[in-house]
């Protein structure tokens, strides 16, 4: 069972779905690199045996009665996080995309910049190649160019999974949070907080086994999905804004 | 015009019925099945007041009576179908946070088990 207090407050959430094979090795890779933190599988009701394999590589695991993708899936983790009294939680996919050997720069950051998010990015110091399809890289450009005005500051890597919160984001994160591609639209509710996030170089690799579900066609549906998404925050912030100065 | 009149009278006679038999059947539940009784009674009262129909063309600018009739069936259906909208919505937020609590829930059972 998962304790904050022998853990450091330091939570390593792994989202999976049906990662029976790559599951395990990222589990052993993170307990190796952060031997104290606790390590929390978030199982979006898969059909395979990640469950099981999870709790064989010695992970905590919570399980999802019923699939509800990859927003809703971390926003359990958060809200479990939340609750056990955690202080960081930092989430790595179970896929084998992120290396954990970047998990401490990350903690790092999140403990010395006092900033509520800290993104793994794999383009703000040229490390590695990035790994990104086509589509992806069009889409990244496009939410790059959307999201400087917006955030007020340049965000190298908008969709980065490989992210580390703190007790603010994570209190804010278990009421709202995107249930699907959450990790631009999260960026826009940190924003509407006044809340800071700042980049550490990570390396991404490539998927250890199987393969992507992202095709051309649901690229495109996810950038129309997440302009939307984005737009719809900024009006909520809007409105806000106008009614504080309507009565003040 | 009369025959359009007709047909939309049937089927409004066929939806009110088809809905209170679901209701009976307990395939609808109450609540759900109002919207569909008041949109379908509004056609039926339409589709039986032509001369409303013929006054209404002109004002909405329209060139026949049963323009009017389509054109009010669509706005009704489109009011029924953005209510239902907001109820799936509401629903699936409630089915999310019920699955988490689920979720933790069961988590925080289980490490009670394993702790005694």
């Given at each position: 069972?998962i304790d904050a207090?022998?853990?450091?407050?330091?939570?390593?959430?792994i989202?999976?779905?049906?990662?029976e094979?790559s599951v395990?090795?990222?589990?052993?890779?993170?307990?190796s690199?952060?031997?104290?933190?606790a390590v929390?599988?978030?199982?979006?009701?898969s059909?395979?045996s990640?469950r099981?394999?999870?709790?064989?590589?010695?992970?905590d695991?919570l399980?999802?009665?019923a699939h509800l993708?990859?927003?809703?899936?971390v926003?359990a983790?958060?809200?479990?996080?939340f609750?056990?009294?955690?202080?960081?939680v930092?989430?790595v996919?179970?896929?084998?995309q992120?290396?954990p050997?970047?998990?401490?720069?990350?903690?790092?950051?999140?403990?010395?910049?006092?900033?509520?998010?800290v993104?793994?990015s794999?383009?703000?110091?040229r490390?590695?190649n990035?790994?990104t399809?086509?589509?992806?890289?069009?889409?990244?450009?496009i939410?790059?160019?959307l999201?400087?005005?917006i955030?007020?500051?340049?965000?190298?890597d908008?969709?980065?999974?490989?992210v580390?919160v703190?007790?603010?984001a994570?209190?804010v994160f278990g009421?709202?949070?995107?249930l699907?591609y959450?990790?631009?639209e999260?960026l826009?509710?940190l924003?509407?907080?006044?809340f800071q996030?700042v980049?550490?170089?990570?390396?991404m690799?490539?998927?250890r086994?199987?393969?992507?579900?992202?095709t051309?066609?649901k690229?495109?549906?996810?950038?129309?999905h997440?302009?939307?998404?984005v737009?719809v925050n900024?009006?909520?912030?809007e409105?806000?804004?106008w009614?504080r100065?309507?009565?003040a | 015009?009369d025959?359009?009149l007709?047909?939309?009278?049937?089927m409004s006679l066929?939806?009110?019925?088809?809905?209170?038999?679901?209701?009976?059947?307990s395939h609808?539940?109450?609540?759900?099945?109002v919207?569909?009784?008041?949109?379908?009674?509004?056609l039926?009262?339409?589709?039986?007041?032509?001369?409303?129909?013929?006054?209404?063309a002109?004002v909405?600018g329209?060139g026949?009576?049963?323009l009017?009739?389509v054109m009010l069936?669509?706005?009704?259906?489109?009011?029924?179908?953005?209510?239902f909208?907001?109820?799936?919505?509401?629903?699936?937020?409630?089915?999310?946070?019920?699955?988490?609590?689920?979720a933790i829930?069961?988590?925080?059972?289980?490490?009670l088990h394993?702790?005694?």
């Open positions: 069972m207090q022998k853990a450091g407050g330091v939570l390593i959430l989202p999976a779905l049906n990662e094979a395990g090795g990222v589990i052993h890779e993170v307990r690199v952060m031997p104290g933190a929390l599988v978030a199982d979006d009701c059909r395979d990640t099981s394999v999870a709790l064989s590589a010695g992970a695991v399980t999802l009665p993708g990859l927003g809703g899936c926003q983790g958060y809200k479990l996080a609750e056990m009294g955690f202080e960081y930092i989430r996919d179970g896929d084998g992120h290396d050997h970047d998990v401490p720069r990350i903690l790092d950051a999140l403990r010395t910049t006092g900033c509520q998010m993104i793994g794999r383009f703000c110091a490390v590695g990035g790994h399809s086509a589509p992806r890289a069009l889409g990244i450009t939410f790059r160019l999201l400087r005005p955030l007020g500051k340049a965000v190298h908008p969709t980065s999974g490989f580390g703190n007790r603010e994570l209190a009421r709202s949070f995107p699907e959450p990790e631009i999260a826009v509710v924003q509407r907080r006044r996030f980049e550490v170089p990570v390396h690799l490539p998927r086994h199987g393969r992507s579900t992202i051309p066609l690229s495109m549906y996810y950038i129309v997440v302009l939307l998404g737009f900024i009006l909520k912030v409105g806000r804004r009614f100065l309507k009565k | 015009m025959r359009l007709n047909v939309m009278t049937l066929g939806l009110i019925v088809l809905v209170l038999v679901s209701v009976r059947r609808i539940r109450v609540e759900y099945s919207s569909w009784l008041v949109a379908a009674t509004v039926l009262v339409l589709s039986r007041s032509r001369s409303l129909l013929e006054w209404l002109p909405l329209l026949h009576g049963s009017v009739l069936a669509c706005c009704i259906f489109l009011v029924v179908f953005y209510r909208s907001v109820v799936i919505s509401g629903l699936k937020d409630a089915n999310i946070a019920l699955t988490q609590r689920v829930l069961e988590f925080q059972l289980r490490a394993e702790g005694q």
